[in-house]
């Protein structure tokens, strides 16, 4: 995988940032997570236009062949930002998925769509309890004269309105196969979210005819890679928002007048504040780690992003958690952004699973 | 990172190399018990140091005229590597000896010419003398007081948590020299002697049941007006630069991670405890493990990536939050290692060592979330000189500090 030198991230990182803080303002943000789409077709043209939708597809295909440790710091800001789009799903997820499985006539035909953004895909993966686990795909695969038709349900699936294509994971008769679905063969039901930012859907197949991709190795093996990629884009979205939060939650502790003087000079609010910088400066440390390990595709790497997993998702729920109440009472409001932030963290902790699966996970990668 | 070299430095490591081949023989291994490690330096390791010094590679970044080269720091790095590559100790003082880099800065030529070699080899011992029973936190609080008589000082009072009071030849001292300015205005900085009858020494009894610190009594006791460091009533900013130097040379010992490839190499102690207690399986236990290895590795990748920072010639926030982050590994570590054991916590003495570090861990904790500044201070250290929030008001500011309440 290419890697940028430091100049050259230094400058996707602020070109992304300028970008967002124009088009992903605020107020942006709330006009755009009412919207059904919950994304702006205008920003999200002109992310394509600056490679970062491709940002981790090769060159070959469309894409910057950037890696995962570029990945990571574009979505610090996106996360910053709070930024509305079906960046993780298609061009993270789907596209790393496809790289993985390693499928060249799919790869032909489906990556430059999604780097060029006039092609949006997604995983459906997830059964009713929203897992990342082979046992919890709900979803079989059937074969007749060459022909394969998938039926079940896939819940959770990140962006599915948006999508028009589906990369279906699905139980044949002993192994996990993947497939291309064309969504206007399924039923698409959009799911109201806690998180107005993020778009879910629960997919119904019945019958739906399906065209296998082949894979080069086995296909769980290629879902792990692409969760891989993921989690590190995930959590560097959850450090970028922990510390976009921290400023402005400090920001207002030095500009809010009680009792005569500023909040933030109150031990008890100052020392708060000390508390979220180390939640949120360890959370950017484990983020970054993790995505250079994997950059390196060194032997830790899956331990590196476990902890990044459940470091950032909690240090991304107590920053923001913690925000509303340094705030007080505006931060109940709900025109103040700061429940966008928790809405959002408490979003991104569940996505990939919650962090109490990932300090498992750790633990038995570490041997135990 | 790469580093350009030239010739000039290629003639430096020759000679690094030459002289540590020509001098270096090795030093005995320190005789273990016998007072603690780590106090008072044996005659061969005196002996080495003074050659060390005379060789001019102890503290290489001085000028020349205090045993110094006046090298820049990559050339000095190159020195301490060649040092550190065969084990000799001696070199980069002028980045760790806190005591003769102070001495330096903002001593007087007398007192320079007295102990800067001494203190260079080790054959002069020194301890701290700061904290008060009424002046903690408050450190310039200060009510030890110095008072000016003829070509001495005579200092009277009480000092605290003094490590290696006991052996010291001089401490050093922060003592009141006026009572009529606000706190931080009175403070002078001085060499005490420590040998002389007006200064007693008694151990301290930790909660532990070990004794590394000490009291230390100063009634009459006299320290010659040369032995001030910087002018009168300066002594809170020689303070701030001794201090400084304190606090480079604990952020030299922190520790990155152990260079990479590591996540998993050798078992973490908490895993093996667990294991060993047969409670491995525990669910519940495992969740807290996990966040207690987390804690200490986040740490680890936050000290990594601010050396990382200021390599770049970057500031980073992140140095400073390493002690908070230690004080809640070591108290949550504590918890977890108790919880493994259960009940076998209740136990102590030498047939039940797990007990024994369960309980140590637990109430030495509180060394370092207490000591060196509580986590409170430090946390208001960080709201305020990394986040910028503005201070609590102070009801002894601007106040002559005879007028200040203390206890």
């Not at chain 1, 799911?191 to 894979?215: E, K, M, W, Y």
Request: charged share 25%; proline share 4%.
């Amino acid at each position: 995988m290419a890697t940028l030198s430091p100049e050259e991230r230094a400058a996707l990182r602020d070109s992304v940032s300028r970008l967002l803080a124009d088009h992903s303002a605020e107020a942006d943000v709330r006009r755009t997570m009412e919207t059904e789409a919950g994304y702006d077709a205008e920003l999200w043209r002109k992310l394509a236009d600056m490679g970062v939708i491709g940002l981790v597809i090769e060159e070959a295909y469309g894409g910057a062949g950037a890696g995962p440790v570029e990945l990571e710091l574009v979505m610090e800001e996106a996360g910053a930002a709070l930024l509305c789009s079906p960046l993780l799903a298609s061009g993270v997820l789907a596209a790393e998925l496809l790289r993985a499985l390693g499928d060249e006539d799919a790869k032909t035909r489906l990556l430059p769509g999604i780097a060029a953004g006039t092609s949006i895909m997604t995983v459906a993966m997830t059964g009713p309890r929203g897992e990342w686990t082979e046992d919890s795909i709900e979803v079989h695969a059937t074969e007749q004269d060459g022909a394969w038709r998938l039926d079940g349900v896939a819940d959770y699936v990140l962006h599915a309105q948006n999508a028009d294509v589906l990369l279906v994971l699905a139980h044949a008769a002993n192994e996990v196969l993947a497939f291309e679905v064309d969504p206007a063969l399924v039923q698409i039901k959009p799911l109201p979210t806690f998180d107005h930012t993020l778009r879910l859907a629960r997919i119904g197949f019945a019958g739906v005819s399906a065209r296998r991709l082949n894979a080069t190795g086995p296909v769980w093996d290629a879902v792990q890679q692409a969760l891989n990629l993921a989690l590190v884009a995930l959590a560097g979205e959850q450090a970028g928002g922990a510390r976009r939060c921290l400023e402005f939650t400090v920001d207002y502790a030095k500009s809010r007048i009680q009792f005569g003087r500023a909040i933030g000079s109150f031990q008890a609010v100052k020392h708060m504040a000390a508390d979220l910088l180390l939640e949120s400066e360890s959370a950017i440390s484990a983020a970054r780690n993790a995505a250079q390990r994997l950059a390196d595709g060194a032997d830790d790497a899956d331990a590196a992003i476990s902890l990044a997993a459940f470091a950032c998702a909690d240090a991304f729920a107590q920053v923001t958690a913690t925000s509303i109440q340094m705030h007080g009472g505006i931060a109940f409001t709900w025109v103040h952004p700061a429940h966008l932030y928790l809405r959002r963290a408490r979003a991104d902790a569940q996505l990939f699973g919650p962090p109490s699966e990932y300090r498992e996970r750790y633990l038995e990668q570490l041997g135990a | 990172m790469t580093q350009e070299i030239s010739d000039g430095d290629e003639v430096l490591r020759e000679e690094v190399r030459a002289w540590l081949a020509d001098n270096w023989k090795g030093l005995p291994k320190p005789q273990p018990g016998a007072g603690g490690a780590g106090w008072g330096a044996s005659a061969e390791q005196k002996a080495w140091l003074r050659k060390v010094v005379e060789a001019r590679w102890a503290v290489t970044r001085w000028p020349t005229e205090w045993y110094g080269r006046g090298l820049s720091d990559a050339q000095a790095r190159i020195v301490e590597r060649e040092f550190s590559k065969v084990g000799a100790p001696g070199a980069g003082q002028d980045r760790t000896n806190l005591w003769a880099n102070t001495l330096l800065a903002k001593g007087t030529p007398a007192l320079k010419a007295r102990l800067i070699a001494p203190l260079l080899c080790s054959e002069v011992g020194m301890c701290l003398l700061y904290s008060e029973p009424g002046a903690g936190s408050d450190l310039a609080g200060v009510r030890t007081r110095a008072d000016r008589k003829g070509e001495n000082f005579i200092v009277n009072g009480q000092k605290v948590w003094t490590s290696g009071a006991a052996t010291a030849d001089y401490g050093m001292l922060i003592a009141r020299t006026d009572w009529d300015v606000p706190k931080h205005m009175g403070i002078s900085f001085i060499f005490l002697p420590m040998k002389q009858p007006g200064v007693e020494v008694r151990p301290l009894h930790q909660i532990t049941g070990e004794s590394h610190f000490n009291e230390v009594f100063i009634t009459d006791a006299t320290a010659p007006v040369e032995n001030l460091l910087g002018e009168l009533n300066t002594g809170w900013s020689v303070l701030q630069t001794a201090l400084a130097y304190e606090r480079s040379v604990m952020g030299e010992g922190a520790r990155g991670p152990r260079s990479g490839a590591l996540e998993a190499k050798s078992e973490e102690p908490l895993i093996a405890l667990a294991r060993e207690a047969g409670v491995l399986g525990d669910p519940v236990l495992r969740q807290d493990i996990a966040r207690v290895i987390a804690y200490k590795r986040l740490n680890a990748l936050n000290t990594a990536r601010a050396k990382a920072d200021l390599a770049q010639g970057t500031s980073s926030p992140v140095m400073s939050l390493g002690k908070l982050a230690m004080s809640r590994i070591l108290h949550e570590e504590a918890k977890v290692r108790t919880a493994i054991l259960g009940a076998g916590s209740l136990l102590e003495g030498p047939d039940h060592p797990r007990a024994e570090d369960a309980n140590f861990l637990t109430l030495n904790a509180y060394f370092t979330s207490i000591g060196g500044g509580t986590d409170q201070i430090q946390r208001n250290i960080i709201g305020e000189r990394v986040l910028g929030l503005p201070k609590e008001p102070e009801v002894d500011r601007d106040v002559p500090f005879r007028q200040v309440r203390g206890g």
